[in-house]
């Protein structure tokens, strides 16, 4: 009974190891035929189901006699003959397509392969079977240094040479040299304790059915260097690999029964895992097509980005171009109505006087606009520059008032401000704090039929806040978050008479960061007026390193 346990094990140990190495070898020569690796893979496969097979034989031979015994074990060392030159040639031909051995090293393996070969079919390697131990212990011949020489031999150069592709390697290859390394260790480790140190050391041939599992490490690790950068889906291939498997293990086990209703109920067993298998395989490709369609949209995603990316810098590179060469033509038009409204060019008529003020204030209009450009320009250029000084606000916000007072008036607005008595001095790029706080001014202005604007100042923490608040059209809460985006212009003023680009407070936001700052802007909807602002600190941030 313990005899027919064991054979029963070594039975389905066999076909385990036969169906995965052939899954393996079949699924890798099939993705890639034209790669000289895949054709290598499948050909150690076929050697290595080849040994199983053999193997098997010799430990249970078809006639058990000493002649036959000894005719299989001499037919296991001459498929291992081949395994080792095989090997080689993966390893020194892995990952590439093309067939890699210099001349000086294959002739010398092909010859070594074919003495070997030829040796373990004859008296050479193993003359005889030594039984007086109760088991099979084969008894070595003259030759069998040659056959060592040729399996374990090619083996370690193999190891060799992997070692020195590891290491001159880099990237994906260098990962994908670790796990064959990886494998060749492993197996090696395996068949020096399954085979060498328990059959020639400790004279036993108790391990010697586990040999096949040693090659099952190396294909799978070998397998795995192939697919993790390869184009298979490795979770793909070894769900339908372990389904199948499992499967024809299940069935096999059924054959193997001594009863029929222990027969029936494992063909039962296998039948359900193998229905459940096929819905694991369609679910992980789904998953897997799934993954495969997002990955492709990333990258899809990403390129697109990038070029949006370049051209959005071509956009920055022209518009600063275009708006540097507009500039010199407005400036010299503002300066030749300037002349004429002197008469430097004779007498002004009364009716001139007004189309020459419509010029000047259209001209101004669109020198503010080409400043907003080059503005946009320089600052995602990173050219913008800032000199930071101790500014006086109250006086910055005086000159403005001085700007702004005629055009309120005309709008019959009120403008409320007091500088408060403690307000600080603020260290901050005049000219870029002057820009902010006239756009904020200057909007409330336009966006108001009437009411009063109130400009007011605090000091908050580490630094001071001003706010502009007026009793305008106001926006919805949608609005707060995107006013400060590049070209945005809210809901609340498409419908009015008021033309603008939608720059202005994207401008005054990367001025405001600039200085370690932030601005906002508040409404309570529309037609309630609104609230913009921003706090800067007292310090800049270089000066506080200085």
């Not at 079949?26 to 290598?40: D, G």
């Not at 298979?232 to 193997?256: D, K, P």
């Amino acid at each position: 009974m313990d005899y027919f346990r064991i054979e029963h094990m070594e039975a389905l140990l066999g076909i385990f190891t036969f169906l995965i190495t052939a899954y393996l070898g079949i699924v890798v020569f099939i993705k890639n035929k034209n790669s000289w690796t895949s054709r290598l893979f499948f050909i150690l496969s076929l050697l290595i189901d080849a040994y199983i097979i053999v193997n098997y034989l010799s430990l249970h031979p078809p006639q058990p006699t000493p002649e036959n015994q000894l005719f299989w074990i001499r037919v296991v060392m001459f498929v291992c003959s081949f395994i080792g030159p095989t090997l080689l040639f993966l390893v020194n031909t892995f990952p590439g397509d093309k067939f890699k051995m210099k001349k000086r090293y294959l002739f010398p393996a092909l010859i070594l392969m074919t003495v070997s070969a030829a040796a373990s079919l004859s008296n050479l390697v193993f003359k005889a079977i030594d039984y007086s131990t109760g088991e099979p212990l084969p008894i070595p011949g003259p030759g069998i240094p040659i056959f060592f020489l040729d399996f374990v031999g090619l083996f370690l150069l193999s190891f060799i040479v992997l070692i020195f592709k590891y290491k001159k390697s880099s990237g994906k290859e260098k990962v994908q040299n670790s796990y064959f390394l990886l494998g060749v260790v492993a197996t090696f480790s395996f068949m020096a304790i399954s085979t060498v140190i328990f059959v020639v050391i400790l004279k036993t041939s108790a391990t010697v059915f586990l040999g096949p599992l040693s090659s099952v490490i190396l294909m799978i690790f070998i397998a795995y260097a192939i697919f993790k950068y390869g184009l298979f889906n490795l979770r793909l291939i070894a769900t339908e690999g372990l389904v199948g498997v499992l499967t024809i293990i299940l069935f096999s086990e059924g054959l193997l029964s001594g009863n029929v209703s222990g027969i029936l109920f494992k063909f039962f067993f296998a039948i359900l895992v193998g229905l459940l298998g096929v819905s694991l395989v369609k679910s992980v490709h789904k998953e897997i097509k799934q993954k495969d369609e997002l990955s492709d949209l990333a990258a899809s995603l990403e390129t697109a980005n990038i070029r949006l990316q370049e051209l959005d810098k071509q956009k920055t590179e022209f518009l600063y171009i275009a708006s540097h060469q507009l500039r010199t033509p407005l400036s010299i038009l503002k300066g030749y109505i300037e002349l004429i409204k002197d008469g430097a060019y004779g007498k002004v008529e009364a009716s001139m006087v007004k189309v020459l003020g419509d010029m000047d204030i259209n001209n101004e209009h669109l020198v503010k606009l080409v400043d907003q450009f080059l503005d946009i320009s320089r600052i995602e250029q990173g050219r913008t520059k800032y000199e930071f000084a101790v500014v006086d606000i109250c006086s910055l916000v005086d000159n403005i008032m001085n700007d702004l007072k005629v055009k309120a008036k005309q709008k019959k607005i009120e403008i409320k401000w007091e500088c408060p008595k403690k307000i600080k001095k603020v260290d901050c790029d005049q000219e870029k704090i002057h820009h902010v706080i006239f756009n904020f001014i200057d909007n409330a202005i336009k966006y108001s039929d009437k009411g009063i604007i109130k400009v007011m100042f605090a000091d908050e923490g580490k630094g001071v806040a001003v706010r502009v608040i007026d009793d305008g059209i106001g926006f919805e809460k949608a609005d707060e978050v995107n006013f400060f985006q590049k070209f945005y212009r809210g809901d609340n003023v498409k419908a009015s008479a008021v033309t603008g680009t939608g720059l202005g407070l994207y401008v005054c936001r990367k001025f405001i960061e600039a200085h370690n700052g932030r601005v906002w802007a508040h409404s309570s909807g529309l037609g309630k007026g609104s609230e913009f602002g921003f706090w800067i600190p007292l310090k800049h941030m270089a000066t506080l390193a200085s």
